[in-house]
C-alpha cells in the first residue's frame, strides 16, 4: 500500500514540476473563456431577435452540451497524452530499474501510477465541468441535469483511456503507444457517431457497425450516454442536435465500459509483472 | 536475475537465504543500474528520499540519512540542485547513493565507475571499503578489471552466462609469481641454477624473465644471481595481472 501512495505522490510531483498540471489548467481557462464570450454574444443575438423563449433555451441548453463536449474530449486527450510515457518511458529508458528492484511489488507501481494519474484527470474533469456548468448557469441560466452522474461518465471514460495506454505501455515504446491509443480513440470516436447519425438516418447496418466500434473501444459511447442524463429530455429531443437523444447507450453499455477498463488494467498488471525489463 | 528484473528460464536462486523473487527480501539490497536514470525534474535530495522511501525507511530517518549520503558521495554542496544539470559523473554519484541509502546488507553495482574521474574512482573505492567494512557484501560488475583488481577480493569470470573461472585475489605469498630483471652477465651456469626455484626461463637482451614458484623464493633467486658475479640492474617481480588472466580465460577477442 505504501508502494501505491509514494508512486502515485511521484506522479502528481511530477506533473506540477513539469508543468503539466498548470498548462491543462490554462488551456482550460482560456476555453472557458472563449465558452462564455461565445454564450454572451449569442444572448445579445437572442435579445435582438426578440426569440421565443423556448427555442432559446433548447440553443442555450445545445451550447452547454457543446461545451461539455468539448471538457470530455480535453479530458480524455489530456489523459492519454500525460499518461502515455509513464511506463513505455520508464521501461525503454531504464529508469524503472533503479524503482523495480525496491521492495515493491510491480504491481505496486503499475497501480500507483495509475492511481496517480486517474485522481489528475478526476480533479481536472470537476475543475473544468464545473467551470463550464457554472459559466453556462452565469450569462444565460442555464444547467445540465444529473451533473454527478454526467461527470462520473466522462471520468469512467478517462479511466477507459488509461487503462489502455498503460496497457499497451507495458508493451510497446511511447510513440508506438500514442499512436494505437490516439486510433482506437479515433476509432470509438467514428463508432459512437456512426450511431448517432444513423440512428437519424433509421439505418439499423450502421447502427450494428456503430455498436461493434464501441465494443472495441467504449469511450464514446459513454459520452453519449453523459450526454443523454444530462439534457432534459425535451432539449434531447431535438433533432437537429448532434448529441439528440437518437441512439442512447444502455445500462449494459456502462457496465460494458467498466469492465472493459477492469480486464485492460488486470492484462496491464499481468504483463508488467511477467516481462522482463 | 538475482533483482528479478529478467525472469529464469528454469531453475530456482536464492539471495540473503530467499528467493529471488520474493519482494521482501530487497529491503537488504542496493542496485545501481550500468546507465542509472531518474526522474530529472527532482534535486538531488528529492531523489534520495524517494528511493529511501521505496527501500521502506521512514520520512523521518530519511531526514538525518539523505544529507549523509549525499555528503558520502561528494553530492553535499548540489543537495537542493535539479538532477537535471548533473554531470555524469555526478549521477554516477547520485546512483551510487540511492543504492547505499537505506544501508544494505548485498550491494550489486553494475559499471560504478564509469564516467568517473580519477578521484571519483577513488571515492568509489573508498565507499566500496566501507560498506566492506561495515559487513556489506558487494559485487561488482565491471569490465575495467584493474578497478577490479584493487577493489574486489575475489573475482570470477563470466562467459555466455556461465561462470568459467574463479580467482581469489587476496591469496597472494604462495602463488606463482613472473619476474623480470635486468641483468647483465648472466651465465648459463647461472641460468641451469634458477631452476630449482622457478620455470620459464628466458634470458635475451640483458633482460631475464622466469615463473617464480612462489613470492618466498624471490630474495634466494636475487642472492643466486648476484653470487654467481650478475650484475642486476633491476629486480621486478609480478603476479600475473587481471588483464592476462582474463584475455587467458576468455580467450583473444576474435574481433566482431
Known sequence: MNGILIMAGMTFREAARRKIIWMALAASALLLAIFGVALRIQMDEFRSRAMSPFLRFQIESGMLMVGLYIVDLLAVVMTI??????????????TIHAIATKPVARWQILIGKFTGFLVMSSVYVVLTFCGTVAVSDWLVGVTPQHVVRGALLIILECAVALSL????????????????????????????????????????????????????????????????????PLAGSLSFS??????????????????FFAVMLSIAIYHFHARDL | MLLSLVKPTGGDAYVLGAPANDVEVRRHIGFLPEDFRFYDWLTAAELIHFHGRLSGMSANSLRQRVPEVLELVGLAPHINRRVRGFSKGMLQRLGLAQALVHEPKLIFLDEPTSGLDPMGRRMVRDILRMQRERGATVFLNSHLLSEIEVTCNRVVFIKDGEVVAEQDLSADASEQVRAVVNARNVSERTLDGLAQWSTAIAYENDRLMFTARSRHVLPDV???????????????????????????????????
Not at chain 1, 494505437?180 to 457497425?209: H, R
Not at chain 1, 448532434?242 to 469492465?259: D, E
Not at chain 2, 653470487?227 to 587481471?242: H, I, M, N, Q, W
Open chain 1, 242 to 259: 448532434p448529441f439528440a437523444n437518437v441512439s442512447i447507450p444502455s445500462g449494459v453499455a456502462v457496465c460494458y465500459a467498466l469492465v
Open chain 2, 222 to 256: 636475487l642472492r643466486h644471481l648476484v653470487a654467481c658475479g650478475a650484475d642486476v640492474y633491476e629486480f621486478t617481480a609480478k603476479r600475473p595481472s587481471l588483464e592476462e588472466l582474463f584475455v587467458k580465460i576468455m580467450g583473444e577477442d576474435p574481433g566482431l
Open chain 1, 81 to 94: 497524452l500525460t499518461s502515455i510515457d509513464t511506463l513505455a518511458g520508464e521501461i525503454s529508458s531504464g
Open chain 1, 165 to 232: 495506454t498503460f496497457l499497451l505501455g507495458t508493451w510497446f515504446s511511447t510513440l508506438t503507444n500514442g499512436v494505437l491509443v490516439l486510433a482506437l480513440q479515433g476509432f470509438a470516436f467514428l463508432g459512437g457517431w456512426l450511431e448517432q447519425v444513423s440512428g437519424f438516418a433509421q439505418s439499423q447496418k450502421i447502427v450494428t457497425l456503430g455498436i461493434v466500434s464501441s465494443l472495441i473501444m467504449p469511450g464514446e459511447s459513454l459520452w453519449r450516454r453523459a450526454a443523454y442524463e444530462m439534457q432534459t
